[in-house]
């Protein structure tokens, strides 16, 4: 997220040269304050897993490898929307809205189609092309086996997610790579379904240099059974205030920001795809009511 004042592409380009590889750490400072989310999280029991934490993540990726195959055969549809929120009148003063549909092209190709998309009245900031990559990418974040040598993992104990047993995993990137976003938070885990069912925290790196600010709030993101089978994203929710320094001349600002991105419509794509689950092709249904089934997080209110 960009203040409204950066308008120049020179800086962006700058930006996006200067950034190169550089530890995790090198984020010096927090870019932004959190917002309490909604939580129905129980109480963390931080006794030993009788299985090693080791082996659980690594089972658990692997299940998070199989389920990135399944959702690359599955169209849907995710409605984002990015607010500025006015704290003297608890009102919103600005608004980013965009529809779009993940589907497929005739001859097979996965592609996005925007298919509703007001003029955007931000006021105080702009959409940067992070934002659209956390958008698209970041919040239905997904854990697999390739991408664990990226990652420092951590296990933290196990807790009751409503009425969903999980694994508690802090997750931390172990490099800042140029072009790429991590996540730096933690994730929930199913006990049973090894799959992650809950994510939160936020997507890394920020950019805190004066006159190339490009700031991002927290989110936490609920995944629900679809299929029978795997967890899907259904419900993004991200809130923070951004601290925002001014540039020479001109006093900073805090943004209060609100993300919310909803997944919905999920369908398998043609006759010809095979979902793999435990090693065995399976044949799925389309529930009536996606992503609601009592043994889903609850999501929270809006």
Not at 131 to 147: C, K, N, S
Not at 178 to 185: A, E, V
Request: net charge negative; no cysteine; charged share 25%.
């Amino acid at each position: 997220m960009y203040p409204h004042h950066r308008l120049a592409l020179g800086l962006l380009l700058i930006a996006a040269l200067a950034a190169g590889s550089r530890p995790a750490s090198a984020q010096e400072k927090d870019s932004f304050t959190p917002m309490p989310l909604d939580a129905g999280f129980g109480k963390m029991d931080v006794t030993p897993p009788s299985t090693p934490p080791d082996d659980i993540i690594k089972q658990f990726a692997a299940k998070e490898s199989e389920f990135q195959e399944a959702l690359n055969h599955y169209t849907y549809r995710r409605q984002a929307r990015v607010q500025t929120i006015d704290d003297d009148t608890k009102k919103v003063d600005g608004e980013w809205y965009q529809v779009d549909d993940v589907i497929f092209t005739p001859d097979g190709r996965r592609t996005e189609k925007t298919v509703f998309a007001p003029e955007s009245t931000l006021e105080r900031v702009m959409m940067s092309p992070s934002d659209l990559q956390d958008i698209q990418h970041g919040y239905p974040f997904v854990l697999t086996t390739a991408e664990l040598p990226s990652y420092n993992i951590k296990y933290v104990g196990k807790q009751k997610v409503d009425e969903i047993d999980t694994y508690v995993f802090d997750v931390s990137p172990k490099q800042i790579v140029k072009g790429h976003r991590y996540l730096l938070g933690r994730v929930w885990v199913d006990t049973v379904a090894l799959q992650i069912v809950v994510t939160n925290g936020r997507m890394v790196p920020d950019d805190t240099r004066r006159n190339s600010e490009d700031l991002h709030p927290p989110f936490m993101t609920w995944r629900a059974q679809v299929d029978g089978h795997y967890w899907f994203p259904v419900y993004t929710k991200g809130e923070g205030i951004l601290h925002f320094a001014g540039q020479k001349g001109s006093m900073g600002e805090d943004v209060h920001i609100r993300d919310v991105i909803k997944y919905s419509d999920y369908k398998q794509f043609g006759s010809s795809s095979r979902i793999i689950y435990d090693g065995q092709e399976v044949k799925t249904e389309q529930p009536s009511n996606p992503g609601q089934k009592p043994a889903s997080p609850k999501q929270p209110k809006q």
